[in-house]
């Protein structure tokens, strides 16, 4: 079965930056679009980013743009989220999710187990 | 961006009830509408894909319907597993926009 484990979340001060990783396994990595998304306490779900399957194809919420760039190993099976100058609006659990094979249809059907970052001084 | 808007925010029933829940999209959208139930403490699990699609192993007493600005979730006979908060979300353009929830709790 489909499966999505992200790792790399902790408490860091604002304008630290922090990288998550999300292993997926179960199905072929490199055919599917892949997305971050993420939820702060007691909100709802946020989309963060998505890259195509490719690599070639990256987008960004503008609240993150210019800060966070999500890239992909598909040798490795492994997507990526490097996340510079944090925010204390940052603090989330951070999801990483399987999507299509587009960027360009935002179905998140799989998600992982979620990584915590929280932005705090 | 597309907004998202569901109602209600929240929503007391009992088991067995029939409730509804709406979400509205500020632009048509066709069918690409998404539905999720959220618990605490767990990723979102996708119920409804395409406005109306049940996702394999969603219990058939759920069921969505709409197209173009207005969508529906429609739970025919809630149980107890059932109470949780549920997300709208648009997968026609980017940036996908989530509604801001429906709390639905037990009366």
């Known amino acids: 079965q489909v499966q999505l484990v992200e790792s790399g979340g902790g408490v860091v001060q604002p304008g630290k930056s922090l990288r998550l990783s999300c292993v997926g396994s179960?199905?072929?990595?490199?055919?599917?679009?892949l997305h971050w998304v993420r939820q702060a306490p007691g909100r709802g779900p946020e989309w963060v980013a998505v890259?195509?399957?490719?690599?070639?194809?990256?987008y960004y919420a503008d609240s993150v743009k210019g800060r966070f760039t999500i890239s992909r190993d598909n040798s490795r099976d492994t997507l990526y989220l490097q996340m510079n100058s944090l925010r204390p609006e940052d603090t989330a659990v951070y999801y990483c999710?399987?999507?299509?094979?587009?960027?360009?249809?935002?179905?998140?059907?799989?998600w992982g187990q979620g990584t915590l970052v929280s932005v705090s001084s | 961006d597309i907004q998202m808007t569901q109602s209600p925010s929240s929503l007391s029933a009992s088991v067995g009830d029939r409730v509804t829940i709406t979400c509205r999209t500020s632009q048509s959208i066709s069918r690409y509408l998404n539905w999720y139930q959220d618990k605490p403490g767990k990723a979102p699990k996708v119920l409804i894909s395409a406005a109306s699609t049940l996702q394999s192993g969603v219990p058939s007493r759920f069921s969505g319907g709409g197209s173009g600005t207005d969508f529906t979730l429609t739970i025919s006979s809630l149980q107890p597993e059932d109470f949780a908060t549920y997300y709208c979300q648009q997968s026609y353009s980017i940036p996908y926009t989530f509604g801001q929830g429906t709390r639905l709790e037990i009366k």
């Open positions: 999710a399987r999507g299509t094979g587009t960027v360009f249809l935002g179905n998140f059907d799989d």
């Open positions: 890259i195509s399957n490719d690599d070639i194809n990256k």
């Open positions: 179960g199905f072929t990595f490199s055919r599917y679009a």
